[in-house]
């Protein structure tokens, strides 16, 4: 009777020894392809930094609060939903990041989730929202929206905070997608094509003297506003130079605007002029180059409702709209659209 009470009291300790909760994450897992030696794993209250050894192997602990964290390896980035106790294992290939990303061990199934959900959402959303009109774009919207959210709602076994976060940021990047390429399929109505386009009349020109919209008449007229510090702009110039180059003999004038002023170099417009004629010197740009004189309250800026760039505008030899808000010069598009013109 004894032993068979010493027994049962052993059992009852392992059970309880077992059932006491780790008050910790075990994060493990391995990176094909890494792009760094280290990951870091963070939200607004947390941060972690863990070392990504030789092999793309990685692991560590993390004492967290039950939620959401970014996760990023120095060049992507993916979320991960943790909570003390998960013992989690995580493997990906950079070369296909998102498409990769596999989740084993406790938490797998709230985790495999969001990578899954991640993933649709950016396949579901993604499309040529910038070619459409008002009316258009809300009925894309909408059954993109549909979609998504009959994906979540299919979700079983799914942690209720992840499930209700989903359903918030589908509506916040559905809001941010109708403001965004709504007010592109706005600006197309107040610029409809074959209207009469906004001019500039004699910006300086990098080469000397001035450039007028109507200097260029009888061309085609490809405008790119941009300044010396929009990094936007800056990824775009090989590309327009490529342009620039395979149509030099073309019916077609690429004119970039530059719209430096005061405000982005220290209080001083003979700071921000030197910085034009500095950055088009040193950059060797090409093209027709020409500096607004009031920056963003130049009237050919004004006129065409600009309040981000890099912004890009085509207007034809008749001096009227094309596009005003033409495809960037790394958009395949824009040779679509300049093959058919020109």
């Given at each position: ?121 950016e396949q579901t959303l993604d499309g040529d929202y910038d070619i459409l009109t008002s009316a258009e774009l809300g009925v894309a919207l909408r059954d993109a929206k549909d979609k998504i959210t009959e994906f979540i709602n299919k979700a079983e076994g799914i942690d209720t905070m992840i499930t209700n976060s989903s359903h918030d940021r589908l509506d916040a990047t559905i809001q941010s997608y109708q403001r965004y390429y709504g007010g592109i399929a706005k600006l197309r109505e107040e610029f409809p094509k074959g209207s009469p386009s906004p001019s500039f009349e004699g910006y300086e020109n990098f080469n000397g003297g001035a450039t007028s919209l109507g200097d260029l008449k009888g061309k085609y ?122």
């Open positions: 009777m004894k032993q068979l009470i010493m027994l049962l009291c052993a059992v009852l300790l392992v059970s309880c020894q077992e059932e006491t909760p780790k008050d910790h994450v075990v994060l493990t897992g391995k990176i094909t392809n890494p792009n760094s030696d280290e990951i870091r794993v963070y939200n607004k209250t947390y941060s972690k930094t863990i070392k990504v050894n030789e092999d793309g192997t990685f692991s560590d602990t993390l004492k967290v609060e039950k939620g959401k964290y970014s996760f990023y390896d120095g060049n992507e980035g993916t979320t991960l939903f943790l909570e003390n106790g998960y013992d989690l294992n995580m493997t990906l290939d950079t070369e296909m990041f998102d498409e990769t990303i596999v989740y084993t061990g406790s938490g797998a199934e709230n985790n495999n989730f969001l990578a899954k959900e991640s993933l649709f959402m007229v490809y405008v790119d506003v941009w300044a010396t510090w929009c990094g936007p702009c800056k990824v775009e110039i090989p590309h327009l130079k490529e342009l620039e180059a395979e149509y030099h003999d073309k019916n077609i004038a690429f004119v970039s605007m530059s719209i430096d002023d005061d405000k982005r170099h220290k209080g001083s417009w003979e700071n921000a002029h030197k910085a034009w004629k500095k950055f088009v010197e040193e950059k060797e740009l090409t093209g027709i180059q020409i500096y607004a004189p009031e920056g963003w309250e130049s009237d050919f800026i004004k006129a065409y409702k600009i309040n981000g760039i890099p912004r890009f505008i085509l207007i034809d030899p008749d001096g009227k709209v094309v596009d005003p808000n033409a495809p960037r010069p790394s958009n395949p598009r824009l040779k679509e659209m300049l093959e058919s013109l020109i």
